[in-house]
């Protein structure tokens, strides 16, 4: 292989994966000068990547494809920062994060049940919702499958946390759902002020409540697979026949990103 031009060698690897190229960059000094090549990058790039940083808030400064892949690793915030971007290292797919400003939040408008307040440092945003007081929990987000990688199974999650005065959280089981293609698949979840939950099934559709490394939470809505279609993705939390007032709920967004596969971490 080492005998092969570093142009072919650099048409080969555009048609591996990311980190296939990183990995290949150890092998020999022809290796790592083809995988500088902008030929590579650029097809590791998703094919909308110029009409997403026109979208950023804070303009990248790069001389290669392969700065701007990298720089696209970390999260971005684009659409006047109601939305976080990132590719994924590994295999260069799409991930977003969607706001709490962009989620529908029933009676989110109201001062007496939920609060918008501006995020500390450990949110991308700059305002996070805080539930006050509701007896109907309901929260709602839409993507457009066009954003997102084909032909990759996606996972939803809900960002959040449970603050020190919460209450009613853990009373009734939540209902979370991701309706695809007129599919709707739903699971339960209790929230409880401990970050637990009250029940656990292996095999069953008990949601759970886990830490992140940002110091938020997650819960899992549900995975779908998105095809060449140009439909719609809807993930929701609710539970709107209960009776039980609670709050303390914290909410930054609703996470999509690719199904983690299990694969080793790489460094650079």
């Known amino acids: 292989m080492n005998m092969l031009p570093e142009a072919c060698l650099s048409e080969i690897l555009s048609l591996t994966s990311p980190e296939d190229a990183f990995r290949s960059s150890l092998v020999s000094t022809s290796f790592r000068s083809a995988t500088e090549s902008d030929l590579v990058w650029e097809r590791f790039l998703p094919s909308d990547y110029r009409e997403i940083i026109s979208r950023l808030i804070n303009p990248l400064k790069f001389s290669s494809k392969k700065e701007l892949f990298l720089s696209l690793c970390c999260p971005v915030l684009i659409d006047a920062g109601t939305k976080s971007f990132k590719l994924e290292k590994s295999s260069g797919k799409k991930s977003y994060i ?3 400003s962009e989620l529908s939040i029933t009676w989110g408008s109201d001062p007496i049940r939920w609060g918008w307040i501006s995020s500390t440092s450990s949110s991308r945003f700059s305002k996070v919702a805080v539930l006050r007081t509701t007896e109907w929990l309901e929260i709602r ?3 457009r499958m066009r954003m997102l990688t084909p032909n990759t199974t996606y996972e939803a999650y809900l960002i959040m946390k449970i603050s020190n005065w919460a209450y009613g959280l853990d009373s009734r089981p939540l209902v979370m759902s991701i309706e695809v293609r007129g599919q709707v698949f739903s699971r339960k979840a209790f929230l409880q002020k401990h970050g637990g939950i009250e029940k656990e099934e292996i095999e069953g559709d008990w949601g759970v409540l886990r830490g992140r490394d940002d110091g938020w939470m997650k819960i899992r809505l549900g995975g779908f697979f998105n095809g060449e279609d140009d439909k719609e993705a809807t993930m929701s939390l609710r539970e709107v ?7 303390g709920l914290v909410i930054e967004g609703i996470e999509v990103r690719p199904k983690q596969l299990g694969l080793a971490n790489f460094v650079l």
Do not use: Y
Request: charge should be positive; aromatic fraction near 0%.
């Open 98 to 100: 969607l706001s709490a």
């Open 141 to 143: 987000g839409k993507i």
């Open 241 to 247: 026949k209960g009776c039980q007032l609670k709050g």
